[in-house]
């Protein structure tokens, strides 16, 4: 039976590290700030936007709105973010994407102040993942990854690790990330050839194809920690990973849950960034 390496654990840790900062950033004065923009009324975005200002309420972070009709212009949008580029009171900004089809994502994206960007939507960011300067930030999916493992003490160093899917929100990434780690990676898509046998290799597997339960026991073997970044609706209506749970679990080491595991330390990690946005302008 696998050890279930849960979320709940590394948010508690990661959120006394996030006041510990904020406490310090506050006695300079200094409030921490996350910029929300959001175009539209997408449900998805509401809920997850009514959790980033909830853990910004818990951990001491302030949280400005900037909510637009669903009809906004370009130009509307871009002077929006201008504000907030300009603004230094506002040390992070997240935008929910995708945007309405008749707006420029890319132009959009790429107008944020990379400084500000604290889920990596722009080019910079997205550099500054693979270069390893300190360009931006990487986005919180895949850092909540590897804040796992590192709260879990599972070192990456040698080991053979494969990444499912090469999206650049996670799966490429990640990757990186894990180089960074000084793993050995592999990344697998829809067109690798025999891809069980490939992750079936690997030390350390992080999933993220976006299929429910397309990960199963003839991937896995004994001695794997297993980071399912999945998030799906089953048959039954119930909330489940890209990986077969119930047949993955008594076969790896190690494994997150889903729900319970990555995305309950995604927001956190979000907080994280904007109040580490802050720390480097003023301290």
């Known amino acids: 039976m696998a050890k279930q390496l849960l979320g709940k654990e590394v ?15 506050k006695e300079k004065g200094i409030n921490p700030t996350l910029g929300i923009i959001r175009v539209g009324e997408n449900g998805s975005d509401i ?3 009514r959790g980033a200002t909830k853990r910004c309420e818990t951990l001491g972070v302030e949280c400005v709105k900037f909510l637009l009709p669903e009809d906004v212009s370009q130009e509307e949008l871009l002077a929006t973010i201008d504000k907030v580029n300009k603004d230094d ?8 994407r995708p945007l309405p089809k008749h707006l420029d994502q890319s ?3 790429n107008a944020l102040d990379p400084a500000k960007d604290v889920d990596c939507m ?3 960011s997205m550099s500054g993942v693979f270069t390893g300067k300190q360009v931006g930030f990487p986005p919180c999916t895949p850092q909540a990854c590897m804040e796992i493992l590192d709260h879990y003490g599972i070192d990456c160093t040698g080991k053979k690790a494969v990444v499912v899917g090469r999206s650049l929100v996670v799966g490429k990434p990640a990757a990186m990330m894990l180089i960074k780690k000084n793993a050995t990676v592999t990344v697998c898509h829809t067109r690798t050839v025999d891809m069980p046998s490939v992750v079936k290799e690997a030390d350390i597997v992080i999933v993220a194809a976006g299929r429910a339960g397309v990960v199963d026991d003839t991937y896995l073997r004994a ?3 297993v ?10 209506g119930k909330l489940c990973g890209d990986v077969d749970f119930a047949k993955a679990e008594p076969i790896v080491d190690a494994i997150t849950p889903v ?9 956190s990690v979000l907080v994280g960034h904007v109040v580490e946005a802050a720390m480097r302008k003023f301290m």
């Not at 980071?227 to 039954?236: L, P, Q, R, S, W």
């Open 107 to 109: 132009v959009i994206e």
């Open 11 to 25: 948010t508690a840790a990661l959120n006394e590290r996030i006041k510990s900062n904020v406490a310090a950033l």
């Open 122 to 124: 722009t080019d910079g």
């Open 259 to 267: 729900p319970g595991g990555v995305g309950s330390v995604t927001t």
């Open 89 to 96: 009171a506002i040390h992070g900004v997240l935008l929910f």
């Open 223 to 225: 001695g794997q920690t």
């Open 47 to 49: 809920s997850y936007e």
């Open 227 to 236: 980071i399912d970044v999945g998030i799906n609706v089953n048959a039954e």
